[in-house]
């Protein structure tokens, strides 16, 4: 009942149950990608005749990208996004881009502010660009191509955009992310620490070996579930970070350029 379907009133039930389920996976898309709860991903759906073929628009404030998807349900898993449905999205995003609302549906129009406030903003925006369906089956080549040369165009000469396709087994995959490890809460004891203001805000010090040891005992391989370290394989550099770590910890930080954290958040604590 999140998901506004007003539009299917009074029209046949299968046809209504399939544009529903469209519309899931749109928001599904931004429930997973962009980290937020149910409703706010059900608000983002603009599925609707006139949408331009965007089904789902949102500016995700917290890390500084622009959501746009489109999206496709096959109740028999063999009809994967199409050259037109891709091309529809294509010519809604550059649109979009151009400010010309007026070739929108209303539920598109009613985000302009947020649309406009991601186009016009002084920080870094990325903009990424989503097809899904739950075809077996991946999206023809030159389907997706309609979607990656228009990212190309998009990062030409800056890099400010990335496109993300998803068939039936990356679908699933949103579905079973919702069972990875909840976010991890460290207390560090950061000694001899400084501060970098820009471009990124940062900070740096020394930590002792025995809290980072503590940190993987208490939380194991979760620490790495954004990282593809996870998967250590054997090779020279890997091997003299070993020895190192082993036999000569003091090195560490000139050998190996440390450990970097990346959060959500930090706060200084009021002692130590």
């Known amino acids: 009942n999140l998901i506004d379907m007003k539009d299917w009133e009074g029209r046949p039930e299968e046809d209504k149950k399939k544009a529903f389920l469209s519309r899931a996976v749109a928001a599904l898309c931004i429930k997973a990608i962009a980290q937020v709860e149910i409703g706010v991903a059900a608000e983002a759906v603009t599925d609707a005749f006139n949408d331009n073929g965007i089904d789902a628009i949102f500016f995700d404030q917290k890390n500084d990208a ?16 199409d050259a037109d449905g891709a091309g529809a999205m294509a010519a809604g995003v550059r649109d979009l881009f151009a400010a010309r609302f007026e070739r929108f549906n209303d539920k598109i129009q009613k985000k302009k502010a947020e649309v406009m406030a991601a186009l016009y903003s002084e920080r870094p925006i990325r903009f990424t660009l989503i097809t899904a369906h739950t075809a077996t089956q991946a999206a023809a080549p030159f389907v997706k191509r309609k979607i990656d040369d228009l990212v190309d165009e998009l990062n030409d000469p800056v ?7 998803f068939d039936q087994a990356g679908v699933y995959n949103l579905i079973t992310s919702e069972s990875e490890p909840s976010k991890i809460k460290l207390q560090i004891g950061l000694k001899d620490w400084g501060v970098i203001e820009k471009p990124f805000l940062a900070y740096y010090g020394r930590v002792h070996v025995d809290e980072i040891l503590q940190w993987w005992v208490e939380h194991n391989n979760a620490l790495f579930t954004k990282n593809l370290r996870l998967f250590r394989f054997n090779s020279d550099v890997n091997d003299a970070l070993s020895r190192t770590l082993a036999a000569d910890p003091q090195y560490f930080w000139y050998f190996n350029n440390g450990i970097t954290v990346i959060c959500d958040s930090i706060t200084k604590a009021a002692v130590g």
């Open 159 to 165: 890099v400010i955009a990335d496109s993300r396709h």
């Open 66 to 81: 622009l959501i746009l998807v489109q999206s496709k349900w096959s109740a028999d898993g063999t009809k994967p996004i």
